[in-house]
């Protein structure tokens, strides 16, 4: 018998949930740079190959998703609320769900000039997902709760950066001479942008709302 | 006293909520007839006609739903978990909301070119309907579980499908030389309707987490 | 030792949401006289001070919320169902960010010619608030069940009132020559705002599920 089956033995069934959560967070990092690179790629189709390597990681995540709603379903101990586990899953899904789904309307409304709203959108989103990242990974064993409550309230503070950078988008759509379809997809497009960042400080809320039950 | 009244002495006052969830399930069946009606009619004002009649259905339902509320207040005993009957009432509900709101967006937005996007959405209600209506009617009983689960992977594809359906509608708004009052319209219709698709996702995803729960 | 601080010992902790909902709903009933004032102010440069000035109170509110979710970590024993508490502070929020995302979307979009549709909405916004704000303030001793339902029922039909004046300003939109630039400002500044309504027909719906609950 292998140290590995002993210890998957012995080892909560609860426990399961940490690493489900932490191959979730993984993928949004990944996600995040893809797309990043993706807004600053200066050739339209090495960018559309970017944008579309989304697709997978998008998909790779509803099935880890899903995986942690069957442990629900099966674990009768959790770590944590199997409310609080239930609304982590889904808003970290979301997250993937509207990162995919921004660079989808990048290509199905062939926007092709990428402007400074996008590729600011892109960096807040990098930022964001790389402190929700450390919070999620934070979560496992709890002792630094300083620095997990840190990258919660950095992830709130991007948020309304996230709002502020519409609100800048919008006026500026709607101060200049643009035309009115190439308003309509910019639009789209910030909106879905914004939403990201709102799936973010959403996993950012439950995870400093599992922190306060908790310690 | 009738049969029927000793009847009500001795059933279960849980059970009520199966009847609720059926007749509303059966609207739901009526309405997404008449919207697949509507759409290949080519006579304008006989098309308005049909539209109109959905109005009548989504104030039929919001009665029922109404009552649905009522008896979760009055009941301790009740079937599920009172929450999942609180979603399923919820996401129905909102199928037929959204149903009559796409119907009245064709009219208010005086949409007279009926397009084969609008029309294809019509086909994956209809079907999605179909099987969350079989879904809705095997929660009774809960004998056939392999089929009660088949409607709900269907209605989970086809809410697929009508995410395809909406990616492709929008690229061809985009692509041929729509008017941009055309595309603001067009893309309204064509969301709420994959929003329609949405709501039957989430009802077939409660019934699923109803049979995980209790079999 | 004063009086006040005798009675801050003995009055129940659970007491404190009262004064917090009420705090929260009297903030509410200021922005929606404010907004009011706003679109009947004919000056551009006047108009703009008293929209801008609903971003205070919407911080304001904010801070209060806040101050709900600490509260309900913190209380064991809460005056009504932690989850009723959760959702009414939630739903309150809501309506003091759609207001202010309103007022901003008027000053972002350089909205000048403040349009029928908009002045009635904001009267039905200010109607319904009054009649929420009653409401909450009857919560505390639930003495006068019939004015507080009465209340909840004119917030449902106000809501209703919200959905046919964004019909109608629509369908006025898009039957009259109004450039699409026009369409894209107008229609996402009436959604937002039958989101006003919405939000308060949620938090009617909360209450009444207390009063339900609780009598």
Redesign the interface.
Known sequence: MSFASIMKIFLPKDRVFYGLFEEVSSNLTQMSEVFGKAVTEQDPSARAVLLKQLEDWEHKNDEVTHRIFIEL?RNFITPFDREDIHYLATSLDDIADFMWGSA?RMM???IDDVDDTTRGFAEIIKKSITALNKAVYGLRDMKDLRSLTEACVLINSLENEGDDML?RG??QL??SNT???E???K?DLYQMLEVVTDKCEDAANVIE?II??YV
Do not use: L, T, V
Request: charged share 25%; no cysteine; aromatic share 16%.
């Open positions: 379903g989808k199905n409304y062939y609100d919008m006026m709607f101060s035309n009115p379809i308003i309509i997809k639009k709302s306060i039950k």
